[in-house]
């Protein structure tokens, strides 16, 4: 084998290897943040289920509703639990709201139903 053949097989390991510890680190620096992201979605989805049964849901109820709910990426041993506390239960509100899923049933009150579709 040439010596020029063994340094560009050398070189090219090298950058095989750079752009996979570059892409695990990417990875694992924004794995908290998509887990969140998860999360909020599978409880959404809990919720919207609920809903189809239901004509409200109080933040109460929405909060032992998603109480539990398990969220992981297929690649990591990391998993994100949600707990029956007052924030996640306000940020899944507040996705939800902003996402068009929910709306408030009376105006003032932590009542909420499905969004109804609007006709455009």
Known sequence: MSLPLALFGIFLFAVVTAVLVVWGMRKSYY???????????????????????????????????????????????????????????????????HDGMIEQAQKGRQIYRKAEKKKS
């Open 31 to 97: 794995q908290r943040e998509t887990l969140t992201k998860m999360l909020l979605s599978k409880s959404a989805d809990r919720v919207m289920k609920y809903l189809k049964t239901h004509d409200t849901i109080t933040e109460p109820e929405m909060r032992n509703l998603v109480e539990g709910v398990k969220s992981a990426e297929f690649y990591s041993r990391q998993r994100a639990v949600a707990q029956a506390d007052r924030a996640f239960t306000a940020k899944l509100i507040e996705a939800m709201l």
